[in-house]
């Protein structure tokens, strides 16, 4: 919404920038949810693999953004510079929100790793009185 808005005040930048931050902060679920689904013992290789895969994205994601940019100029240079206008951001920042789409497709695909919640023959459960 900052991206797209023509002008936008800063206390409505500040609102969208706290909620972006918030709602951000399940991000650190994935090393939990990575951790749980395997075996034990592969806890430290899950959780390095997906730090690793995280690094990963952000080196492809700068490279994506910048051919968005450059798919939507029109060609103009000002001395000797490529002439980039807001659009043109606009429509770069446009692949953040293609890959918020395709995570939020994505978590639907992930199982429940609460303890509780998986049944094995050597669990127990206890009731509460």
């Known amino acids: 919404m900052i991206f797209f808005g023509p ?3 800063f206390w409505i930048a500040a ?3 706290f ?5 951000s902060g399940g991000q650190i679920l994935v090393f939990v949810t990575g951790s749980e ?3 034990s013992r592969l806890a430290g290789l899950s ?3 997906i730090n690793a895969i ?5 080196a492809l994601h700068n490279p994506i953004v910048g051919y968005c940019i450059q798919l939507s100029w029109d060609g103009q240079y000002q001395e000797n510079h490529p002439l980039y206008t807001l659009y043109n951001y606009q429509m770069g920042c446009l692949a ?18 609460h303890p ?9 459960e206890v009731p509460l009185s």
Not at 19 to 23: I, Y
């Open 7 to 9: 002008c936008v005040s």
């Open 15 to 17: 609102f969208y920038l």
């Open 19 to 23: 909620a972006f931050g918030f709602f």
């Open 37 to 39: 689904s395997g075996p």
């Open 47 to 49: 959780v390095g693999m």
């Open 54 to 58: 995280l690094m990963l994205s952000g």
């Open 96 to 113: 953040i929100y293609v890959f918020f789409v395709i995570a939020f497709i994505l978590s639907f695909c992930l199982k429940e790793s």
């Open 116 to 124: 509780s919640r998986t049944h094995s023959k050597n669990t127990y």
